[in-house]
Structures are given as structure tokens and as C-alpha cells.
């Protein structure tokens, strides 16, 4: 099983990046899909999260501008990111809870990581 961002890049204050990522290999099931970010030397943060119902929810930083969405049928989750700012520069991780196939377990999975630099 892996995950695998797209979508990252350079952009101006007040734009929008569209980030992807796809689960894929042998999956059974998946549950909570999830966004995090990481710049440099800070932590790593929450900025979106879906159930599998589709309730999202968000921290008041990114709260009105990101939009987090998935498509159960493509195994993907998506991050609309509207009004971008220049402190949203960061590394952006793919996160995933996940029933390989043939397991009992759900594990926890995260993808490689794709960078958004907002800058003019």
C-alpha cells in the first residue's frame, strides 16, 4: 500500500493549488483521510481532516480557505487551497488510515510529501 501526493508548486499570495493523493495497492478498506503540513523547523500540523461519512474538519489557520474532499471510488483524497498566504509554505503531507488486504488491522499510512511555496 502507498500514497502518493501531486499537485504541489509555486504560486502566488492569493492563489490556488489543487493537492492530490491516490491509495493504491492492496487495500481492503479506508477509513479517516487526512492533509498535514510541515515547514521549516516547525512541527508537523493538522490543516484538514475527512471521515468516511465526508465530515471534515479544520484548524482556525486554514479554516474558509482549504477544502478537503475524497472519492471513495478512485481511493483518493483531495485539498482545494484557496487565498494562499505566504505562511502556508510548507511540505504537505498525504495521510491515511488503512485495511491492507488479506490484515485484521487498520495501519496508518503517509505519503512522501509534495511542497507548496507561496511567494511572489
Known amino acids: 500500500v502507498q500514497l502518493v501526493e501531486s499537485g504541489g508548486g509555486l504560486v502566488q499570495p492569493g492563489g490556488s493549488l489543487r493537492l492530490s493523493c491516490a491509495a493504491s495497492?492492496?487495500?481492503?478498506?479506508?477509513?479517516?483521510m487526512a492533509w498535514y503540513r510541515q515547514a521549516p523547523g516547525k512541527q508537523r500540523e493538522l490543516v484538514a481532516h475527512?471521515?468516511?461519512?465526508?465530515?471534515?474538519s479544520y484548524p482556525d489557520s486554514v479554516k474558509g480557505r482549504f477544502t478537503i474532499s475524497r472519492d471513495t471510488v478512485k481511493n483518493t483524497v483531495y485539498l482545494q487551497s484557496n487565498s494562499l498566504k505566504p505562511e502556508d509554505t510548507a511540505v504537505y503531507y498525504c495521510?491515511?488510515?488503512?485495511?491492507?488486504?488479506?490484515?485484521?488491522?487498520?495501519?496508518?499510512?503517509w505519503g512522501q510529501g509534495t511542497q507548496v511555496t507561496v511567494s511572489s
Open positions: 495497492g492492496s487495500i481492503s478498506d479506508i477509513g479517516s
Open positions: 475527512i471521515t468516511t461519512g465526508g465530515n471534515s
Open positions: 495521510y491515511a488510515v488503512i485495511l491492507p488486504g488479506g490484515r485484521s488491522m487498520y495501519r496508518n499510512y
